[in-house]
């Protein structure tokens, strides 16, 4: 009898590794993502982050709670408390209400924004060397504003009036176009703010936009993004330049644009450094787009509506939608 005791406790022992291995969805890492709408750029900017942390962690180290908030910032605070209460390892926020909803929802659970143009301006806080500290840190979809402001003159020298078209939800939005005001006042261009409080009346706007001015100018705005065909058929033959490449996909003449992948991607990337326990979030600054990774892009059939000499664009480096 006691000889089966002891082969039936050195069974035991040798069996424990198997009972082990099998608590490895245990030691999974779990991330939430709440995105607050879906169209091209944000949802490019997801699915970076997404591939980054699978190339770098293995898919099978890392489950992701994907959340779509239907352009609502109400349903962003339902998405974060719901993965607040689930006690995942990390949020990421992708657009700037998710992001002000993760940061009210939780102080402890670090969090990473992507597709926010200024941090300052969607949190409400003074950042200082791109560091915000706490349990926040992420990426900026900041493309160089300037340069879209010369973009304006460069493509449509007689303008004299440009129409800033945005969504009055997006602080965001109303910085960028704060700035290019300032941009075209100095090129002595008269601007008018035409700011519109969501999809339902982003057509008598687009349309009240386009008959005062010579040039639309939309910055990076997801409510916008997300209406573009209705934009473009609001706006008739006026010209609109924009601030990301799926707005000029979509009613526009010409951008300079970031890669909302790679934006996603760098974002992950810094994910993987607080999962690893090689960097701390509240040490981790801000990550900016460098102007030479923008591209300058057009929209053939719209160019060719006005006339742009598409071969003298390729000539300066822009690049076709599409290809």
């Known amino acids: 009898m006691k000889m089966k005791k002891i082969i039936a406790i050195l069974l035991v022992v040798l069996m424990l590794p198997v009972f082990a291995s099998c608590q490895s969805d245990d030691d999974k890492y779990t991330i939430g993502i709440c995105q607050l709408v879906q169209h091209p750029a944000l949802d490019a900017a997801t699915q970076g982050f997404i591939d980054a942390i699978n190339e770098e962690m293995g898919e099978e180290n890392v489950s992701f709670l994907k959340e779509n908030a239907s352009n609502d910032s109400s349903v962003c605070t339902t998405i974060v408390n719901n993965f607040v209460s689930k006690k995942v390892d990390l949020i990421m926020a992708n657009a700037t209400p998710a992001l002000q909803a993760a940061v009210n929802g939780t102080a402890d659970i670090p969090i990473l924004g992507t597709s926010v143009t200024a941090y300052s301006v969607a949190l409400g806080i003074d950042v200082k060397d791109n560091l915000i500290g706490e349990n926040i840190s992420g990426t900026s979809d900041l493309a160089p504003l300037d340069l879209q402001a010369n973009m304006i003159t460069d493509l449509f020298p007689a303008t004299q009036k440009v129409a800033l078209l945005f969504c009055n939800g997006e ?59 209705t934009i473009n058929g609001a706006i008739g033959n006026k010209p609109l330049i924009a601030g990301e490449e799926g707005i000029c996909s979509g009613c526009g003449v ?35 787009v460098p102007a030479e990774k923008c591209t300058y892009k057009y929209n053939a059939e719209k160019c060719k509506a006005f006339n742009i000499d598409t071969a003298a664009l390729d000539a300066k480096g822009y690049k076709k939608i599409g290809e």
Do not use: H, R
């Open 254 to 288: 010409a951008t300079l644009t970031i890669d909302y992948y790679d934006l996603g991607y760098t974002t992950g990337l810094m994910a993987v450094k607080i999962l690893k326990g090689e960097a701390k979030i509240s040490e981790m600054k801000i990550e900016f």
């Open 171 to 229: 602080p965001n939005s109303k910085y960028q176009v704060t700035e290019i005001a300032k941009l075209l006042k100095a090129k002595n261009i008269e601007t008018k703010e035409f700011g519109f409080t969501d999809s339902n009346d982003v057509s008598a706007v687009s349309a009240a936009a386009a008959a005062w001015a010579d040039v639309i100018y939309v910055p990076t705005d997801n409510t916008a993004a997300s209406c573009t065909e």
